[in-house]
């Protein structure tokens, strides 16, 4: 029987909590800019909808102006879906770039867009409907809340806040701790001496989810694959018929956590 109330409940951030397509888009794009110095400094006016239905192919913020350069050299939408890693690295190779570079200049533009124009940052970002009122009722609960994100914390904690939610440094994972998120889970497990299945972890990436399946230890601890983020309508279809990942819908979310299965 599946426990009504998770002791830990891990939230993954982009595509969870918040929904940021638009900035990823545009500090892409910028980020595209500075490393590859187009003739062309303005986007096709298709380019951003393309980026967006193509986002659930990046898994960490370097890969986003990748993408874009993947888009602007007309690679077909359906390799960048299959062969995205290859991709990546063709790219990489070809014009002598190495991914933490990317992901320096990405975060640098990124720090000094917040320092200059905040609101006009923020405002391109929107929480999804009933996620807010839910982490704020997780945290006056029995319930260990912490989101684990391959963002930089301190961008996740900036949107928290403009949200209503301050949390504390400490239960918030960011790309800085340079560590798989099952890593994560096992040390919060160990930490809290929490029992494996009632640890729940929500994340929009399934093949993140289908990691944390394979690890030692982790086998009972319960999973969900957000639908309303940046997945596909195949990922969708193969967690439905994963007996251990459950598809969680946005407006299950919400509800009592009994609700969720």
Not at 64 to 75: R, S
Not at 202 to 208: A, Q
Not at 228 to 252: F, H, M, R
Request: proline share 5%; charged share 25%.
């Amino acid at each position: 029987m599946t426990a009504s109330t998770p002791t830990i409940l891990a939230l993954d951030f982009d595509g969870v909590i918040c929904d940021g397509l638009i900035e990823y888009f545009e500090v892409a794009w910028r980020t595209y800019c500075q490393i590859w110095s187009p003739k062309q400094e303005t986007p096709h006016n298709d380019f951003a909808s393309k980026f967006y239905q193509l986002r659930p192919v990046i898994e960490t913020g370097w890969e986003m102006p990748v993408l874009v350069k993947a888009l602007v050299e007309e690679i077909p939408e359906e390799k960048i879906l299959q062969e995205w890693t290859t991709i990546t690295q063709e790219i990489l190779l070809k014009d002598n770039l190495k991914a933490t570079d990317i992901g320096q200049k990405l975060d640098k533009i990124r720090d000094e867009w917040i320092a200059t124009d905040l609101d006009g940052w923020l405002s391109l970002h929107r929480f999804y409907p009933g996620i807010i009122e839910k982490i704020k009722a997780t945290v006056d609960s029995t319930t260990n809340l912490y989101i684990i994100t391959t963002k930089e914390g301190r961008f996740a904690q900036q949107l928290l806040k403009q949200g209503g939610v301050d949390l504390p440094q400490d239960i918030i994972f960011g790309k800085e701790v340079k560590r798989p998120k099952h890593e994560i889970l096992r040390e919060l497990i160990q930490k809290t001496n929490a029992s494996p299945e009632r640890v729940w972890f929500v994340e929009d990436r399934l093949k993140t989810l289908q990691l944390v399946q394979q690890q030692p230890g982790l086998e009972e601890v319960k999973l969900f694959l957000a639908d309303w983020g940046y997945n596909t309508s195949t990922e969708k279809v193969t967690a439905q018929n994963d007996p251990v990942i459950q598809l969680l819908s946005l407006a299950q979310f919400p509800k009592d956590f009994s609700q969720w299965f």
